[in-house]
Every structure is written in structure tokens, then in C-alpha cells.
């Protein structure tokens, strides 16, 4: 029984170590796909830039100009940009370590959860508006491709959070029979 205990350990670390790499990975996507996004369809950057000085208080909204205004939403998008990259880092890095069993904290657990729920309610919004919205904003073949990456998130981070529970109990049955 402790040597099916240990095979199963094995399986499950290695998983974590593969999908932490995948998260890794896909965050760098996901940076490049945005860069990609923005310097090929200056339309989608001219909305994006619209709704981003919508948001702006109208009385500081008159006083700055265009340039500056423009640098002000590159600012935020690479903040934005940086934090999930950061975030995703931490939860990719984290797997790894505990698949190598270097860590033992869950708290990459939670953000895999929160980052999870993220991609639900996005994946929820493109099924949505694919069915709901006429709006020729984003294109059919493109509200696909985002439910397919955001489908593929969603499966990925639900089986880095099993492997990781899986890990946590198996570890705890292999010390309790030694």
C-alpha cells in the first residue's frame, strides 16, 4: 500500500510541475497575444483607449492631452499586464516547488482559485455575448478562440488544484504510515 501511495505521489507532483510550467508559459502568451492585439488592430487600441478615458474624472479628462493620455493607458495596461504575469509567476512557481517538494503552503492554491473564477466568469461572458450579442466588435472566429483559451484555463488551473490537493493528502497518509 505505502509503495501505490508513493507511485501515486510521484504522478501527482509531476503533474503539479508540468501544469505550474504551463501556467508560466501561458501568461507569457498571453502578454504576447495583448502586444500582438494592439499593434495589429488599431481600432480595438482606439476603443480600449476610449473606455479607459470614459472612466477618467470629465473635468481631468479635458486637461490632458492626447499624449498624455496615451501614455497614461500604456501605464495601465502594462500594470495590468504585469500584475496577472506576477500573478500567474507566483501560482506557476509555487506548483513547481511543491511538485519538487520544496513548499508546503496552499496559498498558491487560492490564487489558482481566484485566477480560476476569473476565467469562469470570463468564459461565461464570450459564451454569452456569442449568443446574446449582434455586436460586430469582436468576431465570431474570435469570441471562439477566447472561449477555447479561456475553456483550456479553466481545465488547467482545475487540475493544478486537484494535483495540488492530492499532493497535500497523499503526503499527510505517507506520514502518518511511517
Not at 500582438?36 to 474624472?57: G, H, N
Not at 495590468?80 to 506557476?92: D, K, T
Request: glycine share 6%; aromatic share 10%; with cysteine.
Amino acid at each position: 500500500m505505502e509503495e501505490q501511495i508513493k507511485i501515486t505521489l510521484r504522478r501527482q507532483e509531476h503533474t503539479l510541475t508540468i501544469i505550474g510550467l504551463g501556467v508560466i508559459l501561458f501568461g507569457f502568451w498571453s502578454m504576447i497575444r495583448a502586444a500582438i492585439e494592439y499593434m495589429l488592430d488599431s481600432s480595438m487600441l482606439q476603443s480600449a483607449f476610449d473606455e479607459f478615458m470614459s472612466t477618467l474624472d470629465p473635468a481631468y479628462r479635458e486637461s490632458i492631452t492626447d499624449f498624455k493620455a496615451g501614455i497614461l493607458f500604456l501605464f495601465a495596461s502594462l500594470l495590468i499586464l504585469s500584475v496577472e504575469m506576477g500573478f500567474r509567476l507566483y501560482i506557476g512557481r509555487s506548483a513547481m516547488a511543491v511538485g519538487k517538494g520544496k513548499n508546503k503552503s496552499i496559498l498558491y492554491l487560492v490564487a489558482a482559485s481566484v485566477l480560476c473564477i476569473i476565467y469562469i466568469l470570463s468564459f461565461i461572458s464570450y459564451a454569452l455575448a456569442l449568443f446574446i450579442s449582434s455586436s460586430e466588435d469582436v468576431s465570431l472566429f474570435d469570441k471562439l478562440v477566447y472561449i477555447v483559451i479561456d475553456l483550456t484555463s479553466i481545465i488547467t488551473l482545475a487540475d493544478m488544484i486537484i494535483a495540488g490537493i492530492r499532493v497535500r493528502r497523499l503526503r499527510k497518509k505517507l506520514s502518518r504510515i511511517n
